[in-house]
Nanobody, 127 residues
Framework: QVYLMESGGGSVQAGRSLRLSCLDSGYKYGEYCVAWFRQAPGKEREGLAAMHTGGSSPYYADSVKGRFTISQDTAKKTVYLQMNRLEPEDTAMYYC????????????????????WGQGTQVTVSS
């Protein structure tokens, strides 16, 4: 079983940074692909970044490439999303999601590939 819990959201001004955390309290850490998604009011859920907890090159959506970085601390069973140079357009609820697999899905930004989701953490960026 996989239990995901996000933290680290908040309200910041444009140009600042935030680091989101996704804690996996399950017992098979290292065997999942974990991804970060976000959803703003009235918009579809958007995949941002993904990586396999067993170690792999990360995947990024073009919209965040160069600003957001996904990483992990295996000892803490936590996957992070470092978000730099935040913009008001980044305002959304952010979710981490996981799928138990040997590697990340062919389309790692597709939300239907992930069966486990956290409850989300709100990020609000003001201009």
């Amino acid at each position: 079983q996989v239990y995901l819990m996000e933290s680290g959201g908040g309200s910041v001004q444009a140009g600042r940074s935030l680091r989101l955390s996704c804690l996996d309290s399950g017992y098979k850490y290292g065997e999942y692909c974990v991804a970060w998604f976000r959803q703003a009011p009235g918009k579809e859920r958007e995949g941002l970044a993904a990586m396999h907890t067993g170690g792999s090159s990360p995947y990024y959506a073009d919209s965040v490439k160069g600003r957001f970085t996904i990483s992990q601390d295996t000892a803490k069973k936590t996957v992070y999303l470092q978000m730099n140079r935040l913009e008001p357009e980044d305002t959304a609820m952010y979710y981490c999601a996981a799928v138990l697999a040997m590697g990340c899905p062919t389309n790692p930004m597709a939300d239907y590939e992930y069966g486990y989701w956290g409850q989300g953490t709100q990020v609000t960026v003001s201009s």
